[in-house]
């Protein structure tokens, strides 16, 4: 089996995936880490994190050092300066989409939709993906909301977590009709 197939196909076509206008992607890199711990240790974002522990720097940088070994995509969406990372981590069992809106200007404003649109379009469209899969703690009501509106549904739950999972064709039917 070819390893991290999945992961070089994503990288490989990141020319096709589209960015919200006024904003352009680049992968994770070390440039980056000091925006990354920043938004990581963010209290209104920490809260949420399956690590909710404080990210320090050295961690981040030993995390890029060993970054090719992951089967992991991390993309930096930035305006002027870096607003969030979005991954698709897992890719050759559940792939399961992340996403962290560092910067607090840009949260609530639809961006954050906006993205996950343009990614799962890449994803199921371009890369022609089945499934896709989001992990959010329990008592992030909010989120499972609006993941369940995508038409994610409840794959399984581990601990004070939930799975969801959301097929290609729920999407097509409930994103791209709408």
């Known amino acids: 089996m070819n390893r991290f197939k999945t992961k070089k196909e994503f990288i490989n076509g990141l020319a096709d995936l589209e960015a919200p206008k006024g904003f352009s992607w680049d992968l994770i890199g070390e440039k980056y880490a ?51 990372v979005f991954n698709i981590k897992n890719f050759e069992s559940h792939p399961e989409y992340g996403a962290i809106m560092g910067e607090a200007d840009y949260r609530g404003k639809g961006l954050g939709s906006q993205v996950k649109l343009l990614i799962f379009k890449y994803w199921f469209i371009t890369l022609n993906k089945e499934e896709i899969f989001v992990k959010n703690k329990l008592s992030n ?38």
Not at 62 to 67: A, D, I, Q, T, V
């Open 34 to 84: 000091p925006d990354i711990v920043r938004w990581r240790n963010d209290p209104e974002i920490l809260s949420f994190m399956e690590m909710d522990n404080k990210l320090k720097l050295e961690e981040q940088l030993r995390f890029l050092e060993n970054y090719d070994s992951f089967d992991r995509v991390d993309l930096i969406l930035s305006a002027k300066k870096p607003v969030g």
């Open 141 to 178: 009501n909010k989120v499972i909301k609006s993941n369940e509106g995508w038409g994610f549904e409840k794959y399984r739950e581990e601990g004070n977590y939930i799975m969801l999972r959301l097929k290609k064709q729920d999407f097509l039917d409930k994103k791209l009709q709408s």
